[in-house]
């Protein structure tokens, strides 16, 4: 069984997803990581050089594989879920976990790390709070299809312990 990480670009699923493989003893696998390996370009190149239709041609293709699998915690890309019928086969080959914030916490977390964020280059604190909010509005529909929706501000370990609860009795 895997544990599949979905949430908007700052939600934490790396973080979180590394500290969950660890409990778990399980691989922790990054989607975009993944994506760069095979590209051997970074993300932001990608989209500037082939635009974004091409990358998430390549997500499709590098999830695919991915979910060949078995016993990972997979971070998704923000935008992993919300295209080509994926949160289908997400939930399909795993236990999807939506990790959930608010957009002016997102917009707090991301401002400073926006330069590894094509899709957020170049807006202000102000424009960048109002393009989360329609973004994640947009990608609601899909996120909410998880199969567990966690409040991903301060993941303690009482938070991992009880994802892990319920990753293991899906699995039963
Ligand atoms: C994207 C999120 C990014 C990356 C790409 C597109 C999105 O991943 O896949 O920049 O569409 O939300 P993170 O969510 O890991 O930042």
């Known amino acids: ?12 699923k790396s973080s979180i997803g590394k500290r969950l493989a660890n409990r ?7 989607l975009d990581k993944r994506i760069e390996d095979l590209a051997k370009v ?16 390549l997500e499709d293709h ?5 979910l060949k699998e078995e016993n990972i915690v997979l971070a998704t ?9 994926n949160i289908e086969a997400l939930k399909e080959n795993g ?39 329609g973004h994640l509005e947009e990608r609601m529909p899909f996120y909410s299809q998880a199969h567990l929706t966690v409040n991903a501000d301060k993941i303690n370990a009482s938070k991992l312990d009880e994802i892990k609860d319920r990753l293991l009795s899906f699995e039963n």
């Open 1 to 12: 069984m895997n544990l599949i990480l979905i949430g908007y670009m700052g939600s934490g």
């Open 24 to 30: 778990l003893g399980y691989v922790f696998v990054d």
């Open 42 to 57: 970074s993300i932001e190149e990608i989209f500037e050089e082939y635009g974004e239709k091409e990358f998430r041609n």
């Open 62 to 66: 590098v999830l695919s594989k991915v």
């Open 77 to 85: 890309g923000g935008g992993t879920p919300c295209h080509s019928n």
């Open 95 to 133: 236990f999807v976990v939506y990790l959930e914030l608010d957009p002016p916490t997102l917009k707090k977390r991301l401002f400073w790390a926006k330069s590894k964020r094509p899709l957020l280059i170049g807006k202000n604190q102000d424009e960048m709070l109002d393009y989360i909010g």
